[in-house]
Every structure is written in C-alpha cells, then in structure tokens.
C-alpha cells in the first residue's frame, strides 16, 4: 500500500506509508518535503533529533482500542523541564493519531473539533474548567513548547513551527486533552492515557543492558 | 524499513568539579546527575556539564539499595538510578524518609519509598483525583477508592544522588499531602505552579529484599505505616464471614433440631395434695412407655397461689433396673406494693432427664408443702396439680451456650482490627496525641 514519489532534491525513491501526509523528509538527502497534489517540494533540510530514549521508532506497531496502528512520523518538542515525543500513528483504516511519549509515559490522542469555543491564550490557567464533549476537563499545566524537529510523515507543515503554548487538560477518568495554541483557532487533541504494556508495541529500539 | 534500532548504553560522566566519574543509567532521560564524591549536583541535559549545586558531604546517606541494581516488581524489571532524602518537620522534629527512583526503558519511571522499615511502590497517576470528604475530614476518590486525608507536610529534598530526569535541588521543598486507603496510599505535590498526583501500593521489606536480591534482612518495621495494610480487617473480615456461616449452619441446626423433636406425650394427669391428709404422701403412677432412647421432660404444673411446694420424684423403670431421682421446689408468691404489683416464682416447673434408656417406666411422686404453714392454715395446705411427660424435647439452651463462643473469634478480631487503626491514625493530622511518636522505640 506504500505510495512512491521521487525526491524533487536527490531524484532518490520516497516512499509513504500514509496517503494523506503532507510532509516527510528525504531519507536520503534530508530535504523536508511538502506535498502538493502529486509535486513534492523542498522546503528545507532537517535538523538532527538530539538523542532521545524513547523505545519507540519509526515503524513501530500497536494496537489501541482494538485497532492496530504504525508509527510513520514524530514530531519532538521540548519544554524547560525536558522533552517529548509525539509520534504520528496511522490506523489500518488511515485515521491518524498521535501516541505521545513522554518519559516513557504513554497517551493517545486524536484531532478533534471542539463543539464550543476554546478558551483564549490568554483566558486559559490550570483549575480552569473546559468542557469538551460534554465532559469536564480541568487545565492542570500550560507549557511554553519549542519544536526541535521532525521525521517521517506529517499530517501538516512543520514551517511555522517554533514556540507556542500548549494546555494540558486532565478528568477523573484518565483522559486527557491539549490545547495547542500555534495556531488560531487553537487545535484541540483528546484522547486518554495508556501504558506500554496496553499498546503492545512491536519493532521497538532496543536498548543496550537491557 | 524494519530498523533493529540499538540504543547504546550511556557513557559515564567526568565530574567537571572533581574529575570523579560518574555512571550514568537513565540514557537520553538523565537532566541531572550528582557526582557522589565532591556532592555536586550537574546538568547532565547539556554537553557543558554545568555544576549547578554543591551541597554538604555532612548529609550524605548510603542507600539500603545500591545505585544500579536491579530487580523485579509487579512483573517488570526496574534499574535503581536515583536515590534521594526528604525530610518534613512536625514540632520541629525531622522525619527523614528515602526515595528511589526506579527506570525501565520502555515502562518509565516508578519511585520505591522507604520509612522506618516500611516500603512503598510509587508510580505517578494522570487522572485526577477528586476532592471529597468522609466524615467532615478530607478525602479523594480516585479510580472509585476513597483515599482520607492523613497529613499535609512541607518536605524538603535534603539530599541527592544518582540520576534524575527532571531538574533537582537540594532544598527543593513541595507542599506534601497523603491520602490513604490501605494498602495504597495516594499523595500530592504542590510546588505553588502544578500539582503532582503519586500512588503508591505498600510492599513488606522481605519482598523488596527478595526482589532486589539483597544481602541479611531488611529493617525492622516500626510502628504502624500510613498506608499499611491492616492484617487484623482481613481476619476480622473472615472471622465475620466464618460467624455468618456459622450462624446459619446453627439456624439450620435449630431448626432441624426443633423439626425431628417429636416431644412426643407419654403422659398426662391430675392430681390433688393436701398437706393435712393422714398416711404417706408418696405414690406411683401407672406405667408409660419411652418408645426410644432420649430425653424425657417431666413437667409439674401447679395452682400454688403464694405458697410453696417441694416435689420429690423419681422416673423409675418397671422391671426394677434403673431409676433417676429429682426433685422440684415450686414457690409463686404474688401482691402489691407501694410500687404496684408484683409476683415472684412460677406456678409450674419441669425436669429434663437428659438420656434415659428405651422401656416401661413409672413415677414415684412425693409432694410436700410446709409443715409450718399447713399447722398454721390447715385447710389452706392443698394444691391441684397436673403431672405430664414427654420425651424428645428440642433442648436449644445448649444451642444459645454456643452462640456466645461463635462470637469470640469475629469480636477479638475487631478489636485487634481497631487498635491497629488507632495506632495509625494516631500518626496522622488527626491523631489525639499529634506528633508524639515516640513510644515505638
């Protein structure tokens, strides 16, 4: 099912494991590439991920909710205090999520539409209520967040990506929601909290001693 | 594309202040390292090693669990990468307890805590509790256990080693408070910016030791543990359980009992006495069969009117082999006082002969009345009475003896349940005797 287009930089194969991404990197020359219709286009070159110990890679497989999935892409952001993963996952139905990885504490959210309007950038503080489906969700951090970098595939361009605030928001229930503000209207992720023994991961990095 | 992608092991640090080295464990996690020799605590986070606290050698602490080793808890193997002290103040006196920080590369990071001999398995939480209360004190709910307050404390890291993913500081202090429920304990961290829910599962110290394959045997446990389980609730718990099986086998029992007595009549008669008549007052009755081996009650029912009466009797059997004596006294007295009526003493009586052999038997009846009395009101010394046997009688008086002693497993047990609950709540917020805990040694 992997589609193949040619890199517009190095001539070289790249493949995508998901239809509707909208940016990669060349695994060969690293160009950062946007895909228009059928053109690939070269924005950039990717910078160097700094080390990090996630267990997870490109590739990696899962399951969630019943429904497996396949690593194809990651985006890494760190804050003051450190830095996480999050990985784009693609279902077997191509639904996109995100399987975020932060110390080894795993979450899975998706894209979703608030019904109602989302609290300013400037109206959001942790205690505060927002309802989200119906569902009481209460701010517990806001995270100044700089983008580091990406590989893989992308539902979107890293561009105009460089530092913005996100809100976590938490329930009773171990769901969980960010609004993340890089954009305007801010975006909104939902979803909930899982372990690395529920995601049954496969073709994990392997770790030296271990 | 299938990458076996191998992640090296960390290379040791050159401490920066003292060139001492220092093993790191925690790969790409590690922001902060401490170089045990000169107590500097480093970031690790950037290539600069910079030295971003020194603390006192004095308060250095030697792990029961050495840095580096390894062992299996709830199904995982966890890596000892980080040790350090907290300490909070209660009247002034400090609590020191002991943290570990555990890693697995793929499963995190998980805390083992350590107080007076008493161990916790710590991971943090990411739903939130909810604020409640039970009884007018504080509670949270979480994941449908509802965790009560226990203390609030300012705890102070007072001192670091190993390494850590996120930034420390000796003198860090968190606004500390623990929920209980046991055997889990639930606690927050308030740092005046976000707080940090914890749960952790209380763990024996054999089973840490086991686990972690540790030399001699782990501290002595002292006192009794916030989070500890109560050993005594589950024996209580089964001791009422036994208590309610119990009861019900001893309905059962009754009733079975109550259900195959025949109390079956063998014989029924009236008589009259007169104190005054002349001659022997002894008699016989005409024979009755006891159709099976068994009890045999012999009831005396009289008209005694605030008199007295003494029955000497005896169940004897025809052919002359064996005979049981007994004797009732039989006293009803009646009238009104300035208190109202009263009465004392009963009109009638009985006698159970508790095993008498299947055959013929008959009574021998000797009724007496006080001789005192007849000589001072002949005519009033008579009594109507009416004599009636019957065998297998239900006897539950046995069954009400053992009612009591099924209680005393369940009652011990609820006391010995309490009295380790007020030892522990005793150490709380809320104890009667707040802050005085030194009566453990």
Known sequence: MRRTAECPSCGAPVQFAWSAAVQTACPYCRSILVRHDVDLEKVGIVADLPPDASPIQLYTEGVFDNRRFMVVGRIRYEWEQGGWNEWHIVFNDQASGWLSDAQAEYAVSF????????????QVAP???????????????????????????????????????????????????????????????????????????????????? | MVTANRVPAPAPLACPSCGGRIELRGFAHTRTAVCIQCCSVLDASTAGLKVIQRFDEAVRVRPLIPLGSRGKLQGKTWEVIGFQVRTIRVEGIPYSWHEYLLFNPYAGFRYLTHYDGHWNFVAT??????????????????????????????????????EFPWAVRVGETVTADDYVSPPWVLSSEQDGKEINWSQGVYVPGKEIWQAFGLPGSPPAAHGVYANQPNPHTEKMRRAWRTFGVLLALWLAAVVLHLATSSNQELF???????????????????????????????????????NWAYFNMAL????????????????????????????????????????????????????????????????????????????????????????PLLLISPVLHSFRAMGLESARWSESDYGTIAGVSGDDE
Do not use: C
Not at chain 2, 284 to 292: H, K, L
């Open chain 1, 111 to 122: 894209l979703a539409t608030p019904a109602e309007p989302l609290p300013a950038e400037d």
């Open chain 1, 127 to 210: 205690g505060k209520l927002v309802r989200i489906a119906g569902a009481p969700f209460y701010v517990t951090h806001l995270t100044r967040v700089r983008y580091v970098g990406f590989e893989g595939e992308l539902p979107f361009t890293t561009a105009d990506r460089s530092e913005f605030l996100t809100a976590d928001l938490r329930t009773f229930d171990a769901r969980f929601a960010t609004i993340d503000y890089s954009e305007t209207p801010p975006l909104l992720f939902a979803g909930r909290f899982t372990s690395f023994d529920e995601l049954r991961l496969s073709n994990l990095r392997e770790f030296e001693g271990w």
């Open chain 2, 125 to 162: 939480v990411r739903s939130l509790p909810a604020f409640t209360s039970v009884r007018g004190r504080k509670a949270v709910v979480f994941e449908g256990r509802t965790y009560a307050h226990f203390q609030s404390a300012k705890a102070t890291t007072t001192f670091v080693m190993g």
């Open chain 2, 268 to 306: 029924r008669r009236s008589y009259r006495f007169a104190a005054n008549s002349p001659g022997e007052h002894s008699f016989v009755t005409e024979p009755f069969s006891v159709p099976r081996t068994g009890n045999v009650k012999v009831e005396i029912r009289t008209d005694l009117d605030n």
């Open chain 2, 316 to 403: 004897l059997a025809e052919d002359g082999s064996r005979g049981f004596d007994f004797g009732r006294e039989i006293s009803y007295y009646h009238g009104r006082d300035s208190e109202g009526s009263w009465s004392e003493g009963s009109r009638s009586e009985s006698a159970m002969l508790a095993r008498v052999p299947a055959g013929r038997y008959y009574l021998r009846i000797e009724p007496e009345m006080d001789p005192q009395a007849a000589f001072s009101s002949a005519a009033g010394m008579s009594m109507n009475y009416e004599i009636i046997v019957r065998h297998d009688t239900p006897r539950l008086w046995i069954f009400f003896l053992a009612l």
